[in-house]
């Protein structure tokens, strides 16, 4: 059974920093994709940052500059280093891990909240 394990979530002042981290585990094969997500009240979940196997970026364009995605291809670990949040950054972020080719999977975490006062 594999479980996406994520931390570092909590609460913090507008221009402070936080770092997620989520680590796979179990066994598993490598994943294509790693990324992050978040949903805030009453909104879509939507991506925040993805890293694929091959270490290619994307990031939602409110966040670039200010996120940072990195993974340990060797773990399965895949963290998120949030710089200069704003209130509008609080969510649920829930990290994520797809794999495209066989075995295909898409595994969710449980979500870690993160919460941003102005």
């Known amino acids: 059974q594999v479980q996406l394990v994520e931390s570092g979530g909590g609460s913090v002042q507008a221009g402070g920093s936080l770092r997620l981290s989520c680590a796979a585990s179990?066994?598993?094969?490598?994943?294509?994709?790693m990324g992050w997500y978040r949903q805030a009240p009453g909104k879509q979940r939507e991506l925040v940052a993805s890293m694929g196997s091959d270490g290619k970026t994307d990031y939602l364009d409110s966040v670039k500059g200010r996120f940072t995605i990195s993974r340990d291809n060797a773990k399965n670990t895949v963290y998120l280093q949030m710089n200069s949040l704003r209130p509008e950054n609080t969510a649920v972020y829930y990290c994520n891990a797809r794999r495209t080719s066989w075995p295909v999977f898409d595994y969710w975490g449980q979500g870690t909240q993160v919460t941003v006062s102005s």
């Open positions: 179990g066994r598993i094969f490598s994943p294509n994709v």
